[in-house]
C-alpha cells in the first residue's frame, strides 16, 4: 500500500465496514484470522510452486492493541495495518512484485465469505460476530524488516501521519526518500542528490537500513558527497544524543530532535550552500523549509478524499472522520511545535 494510506490511517476503502469498532478485541481477533490467512494461503502458493509468505506484526496506532486491552479496551483504531511479507522476485519491479501477490490472494479468495479481496492491498474479514473488518496490506521484503517496523511504528496515542511526515518532510528536503520499505535513499545524478521524484538518474544509493542511526547515516553520506572522509566528520553533540530514534519508545518529540541535529551536524561541518546541499543556505533555512513541508503534507492528509467513503456511510462513519481529522489537525500542531523550539545548542 501507498505509505500516505498508512499515514492517514483511514481504514476507508470500503463501505461494508464502515460501521465496525476496531476495539482492541477486534485487533486482536483480526490478528488471528490473518495469522491463519497466511498460513492457508502459502499452502495455496506450494501448489502453484509459488514463494511463500510471511506474516508480520502490526504496525501503526492498531500495534499497541495488547497494551490498550488492558489500559483502555474501548478504544478505536482508524484501521488495522498488518506487515505482509513478500519474497522478492529479481525480475519483477516492487510495484509488479507486490500486484502479482495482491491478484493471487484476489484469486485465492474468490468466492469466499469470510475473506474477500479486490486484488488491491488489503482484505476484508468476517469476524465471529458477522461485522466485516478491513485489514491493510503492508508488503515488505523480510531482510527489510527492521527499517519498516520501526519506521511504521508511532507514538503511543497519536497517528502514524503526525511522526511519518517528519520523516516526508526530512526526506523532500534533503533529496532522499524515508518510506516505510527500504531505508533512507538517494538518487544521484551527475554527482549530486536530485528529488527523488526524478525519472532518469546514474545511481541510487542506499543511505541507511537503520531507524536507530539514520540522523548519522544521513549526515555521513552529505560529508562524504562533499568529498570528505566520513570518518572525520565533526559529530555535534546534539547528534551524538540523538542519532535516530528508538523503536521500542517511539515519540515524535524524538523525531524532531533528530532532524534538528541533523541540521546541527550539517552546519558544523559547513556543509550548508555548499555542493549537495547548495540548495539550504543555513540550518535556519534548512528547517523552514522543513516546517513548511510539514505543514504543507499534514493539510493535505485532512483534506484527504480517503475520507470521502466514511461520511457517505451515513452518521457513525461521518463522526469516525471528523474525530480522525480533528486528531490528525492536533498532532499537526504539537509537532510543528517540536520542529520550532530550540531546546539544545551545538
Known amino acids: 500500500m501507498k505509505l500516505v494510506d498508512l499515514l492517514i490511517e483511514g481504514g476507508f476503502a470500503s463501505s461494508l465496514t464502515q460501521n465496525t469498532a476496531l476495539t482492541p478485541n477486534v485487533v486482536e481477533e483480526c490478528v488471528v484470522i490473518y495469522n491463519r490467512f497466511v498460513v492457508d494461503f502459502n499452502k495455496y502458493l506450494s501448489n502453484k510452486s509459488m514463494p ?8 501503526g496506532s492498531s500495534k499497541y492493541y495488547k497494551k490498550d486491552l488492558q489500559s483502555n479496551p474501548k478504544k478505536e483504531y482508524g484501521d488495522v495495518d498488518m506487515l505482509f511479507y513478500i519474497p522478492r522476485m529479481e525480475e519483477l519491479s516492487d510495484n509488479k512484485n507486490k500486484t502479482l501477490y495482491y491478484k493471487e490472494i484476489e484469486a485465492f479468495t474468490e468466492g469466499r465469505d469470510d475473506i474477500k479481496s479486490t486484488g488491491e492491498n488489503f482484505i476484508i474479514v468476517k469476524l465471529k460476530n458477522g461485522e466485516y473488518a478491513q485489514i491493510d496490506l503492508v ?14 511504528t508511532p507514538e503511543y496515542g497519536t497517528k502514524g501521519a503526525v511522526g511519518g511526515y517528519m520523516y516526508s518532510a526530512l526526506a523532500e528536503v534533503l533529496n532522499l526518500t524515508m518510506g516505510g520499505h527500504s531505508g533512507a535513499q538517494m538518487k544521484i545524478k551527475g554527482g549530486k542528490p536530485v528529488k527523488f521524484t526524478t525519472p532518469k538518474y546514474d545511481e541510487l544509493l542506499t543511505v541507511s537500513r537503520s531507524i536507530k542511526t539514520f540522523g548519522l547515516d544521513i549526515c555521513r553520506k552529505y560529508f562524504e558527497l562533499a568529498g570528505e572522509d566520513p570518518k572525520k566528520m565533526k559529530v ?11 523503536p521500542k519508545d517511539m515519540k515524535n518529540s524524538d523525531i524532531a530532535l533528530t532532524i534538528k541535529a541533523i541540521g546541527d551536524t550539517l552546519e558544523l561541518n559547513d556543509l550548508f550552500g555548499n555542493g549537495a546541499l547548495s540548495h539550504l543556505s543555513s540550518k535556519e533555512d534548512y528547517m523552514e523549509k522543513i516546517r513548511t513541508v510539514y505543514e ?25 472522520a471528523d474525530k480522525a481529522k480533528e486528531t ?11 520542529l520550532s523550539e530550540h531546546i539544545y545548542s551545538i
Not at 301 to 317: L, M, R, V
Request: hydrophobic fraction near 30%; glycine fraction near 8%; proline fraction near 3%.
Open 139 to 152: 508488503s515488505a521484503y523480510w531482510e527489510d524488516r527492521d527499517w519498516i517496523e520501526g519506521r511504521m
Open 236 to 246: 555535534s553533540d546534539s547528534l551524538r544524543k540523538n542519532p535516530g530514534v528508538n
Open 52 to 59: 511463500n509468505v510471511k506474516a508480520g506484526t502490526p504496525v
Open 296 to 320: 504543507q503534507k499534514m493539510k493535505k492528509a485532512i483534506e484527504s478524499s480517503k475520507f470521502d467513503k466514511a461520511y457517505q456511510a451515513g452518521e457513525i462513519g461521518a463522526k469516525k
Open 328 to 338: 490528525l489537525r492536533q498532532g499537526m500542531e504539537k509537532a510543528l511545535q517540536y
